[in-house]
Each structure stands twice: as structure tokens, then as C-alpha cells.
């Protein structure tokens, strides 16, 4: 959990999104909450992929998810899935990188996940995220009402 963000107590409902536990909310734990990547040995890594690169394209791949692997090192060990983000807020999910790029805006870090493009890891409140979410979809539906109409795109 973040600062800010307490459990519910009561099984009722997340103080943060309202979800319960018919909606599928899951309290777990332990969790191991420590650095999951050593980062050195992630460069190193890196680093002989790099080199072997042009062999073929295991070896490109190894290099993209290496790093997808260091730049999320630096985010907490959750992340969020943006399907369920999309109906926490009763939109279509908005890309990953919008949501990121509102984050940013806010002054929070944010990356993809290394196992699944279509999550995002944040150093943001969940509260935070939705709200991200809620602005980033509503700037695309404002895109695409724009590109059909011919007026003016919003904010970038």
C-alpha cells in the first residue's frame, strides 16, 4: 500500500476505489516489497546482448526485455493491470503511454512491465492513477472526436 492509502478494515470497501470484495478486491500478504532486479548485473546483461544483437532476433528481444527489466527496477513491485484501471473509471483503457505521460505531469515515475503490455508500474497513488486514467481518456476521446470533425486536437 501507498502513503496515504489504508486498508479498509471492516471487508467492506477500498477506501481508495470503492471496489469490495464482489468486485473482486483481494487482500494478500506477506509481500515481498524489496528490490526485485539488481540493476549492475541487469546492465551487464544488457551489455552482452547488445553485442550479439545483430545475430538475430532472440538476441534483440533479450536486449528490449532487459531493458523493460531496468527501467521498472526503480517502481514498486505492483502494477496495475489498465483493463481493470479502464473499468474502475468506466472508460476504454487509454494507451499505457498517455497514462504515463499524465503521471509525469504530476510528478510521478512510471514504466511499462516487463511481462505484459498492458500494465503500468507507478510510484503513484492508486488514487492518483485513476485520475491520470480518467484525463488520459478523456484526451483520446477528445483526439478522436477532433480527427472526425476536423477541429483542434487537445493538449499535449
Same mark, same amino acid.
Given at each position: 500500500?501507498?502513503?496515504?492509502e489504508?486498508h479498509?478494515?471492516d471487508?467492506t470497501?477500498?477506501?481508495v476505489?470503492?471496489?469490495?470484495?464482489?468486485?473482486?478486491?483481494?487482500?494478500?500478504?506477506?509481500m515481498w516489497?524489496g528490490r526485485?532486479?539488481n540493476?549492475?548485473f541487469?546492465r551487464e546483461?544488457r551489455?552482452i546482448?547488445?553485442?550479439?544483437? #545483430?545475430e538475430?532476433?532472440e538476441w534483440?528481444q533479450a536486449?528490449?526485455?532487459?531493458?523493460?527489466?531496468?527501467h521498472e527496477a526503480?517502481?514498486?513491485?505492483?502494477y496495475?493491470?489498465l483493463?481493470?484501471?479502464?473499468?474502475r473509471?468506466g472508460?476504454? #483503457?487509454?494507451?499505457?503511454q498517455?497514462?504515463?505521460?499524465?503521471?509525469?505531469?504530476?510528478?510521478?515515475?512510471?514504466?511499462?512491465?516487463?511481462?505484459?503490455?498492458k500494465?503500468i508500474?507507478?510510484?503513484a497513488?492508486?488514487?492518483v492513477?485513476l485520475? #491520470?486514467?480518467r484525463?488520459?481518456?478523456?484526451?483520446v476521446?477528445?483526439?478522436?472526436i477532433?480527427?472526425?470533425t476536423?477541429? #483542434?486536437?487537445?493538449?499535449?
Amino acid at each position: 500500500m501507498y502513503e496515504g492509502e489504508e486498508h479498509p478494515g471492516d471487508g467492506t470497501a477500498c477506501g481508495v476505489c470503492g471496489a469490495t470484495e464482489s468486485d473482486g478486491l483481494v487482500l494478500s500478504g506477506p509481500m515481498w516489497i524489496g528490490r526485485l532486479q539488481n540493476v549492475d548485473f541487469l546492465r551487464e546483461m544488457r551489455a552482452i546482448a547488445s553485442r550479439r544483437r #545483430a545475430e538475430n532476433k532472440e538476441w534483440r528481444q533479450a536486449c528490449d526485455v532487459i531493458g523493460k527489466l531496468i527501467h521498472e527496477a526503480n517502481e514498486p513491485p505492483m502494477y496495475f493491470e489498465l483493463g481493470q484501471i479502464a473499468r474502475r473509471i468506466g472508460a476504454s #483503457a487509454p494507451p499505457r503511454q498517455r497514462i504515463s505521460d499524465e503521471l509525469a505531469r504530476k510528478g510521478y515515475s512510471s514504466s511499462a512491465v516487463h511481462c505484459t503490455p498492458k500494465c503500468i508500474k507507478t510510484s503513484a497513488p492508486f488514487a492518483v492513477v485513476l485520475q #491520470a486514467a480518467r484525463t488520459a481518456a478523456e484526451d483520446v476521446d477528445a483526439m478522436m472526436i477532433a480527427a472526425k470533425t476536423g477541429s #483542434a486536437a487537445p493538449r499535449e
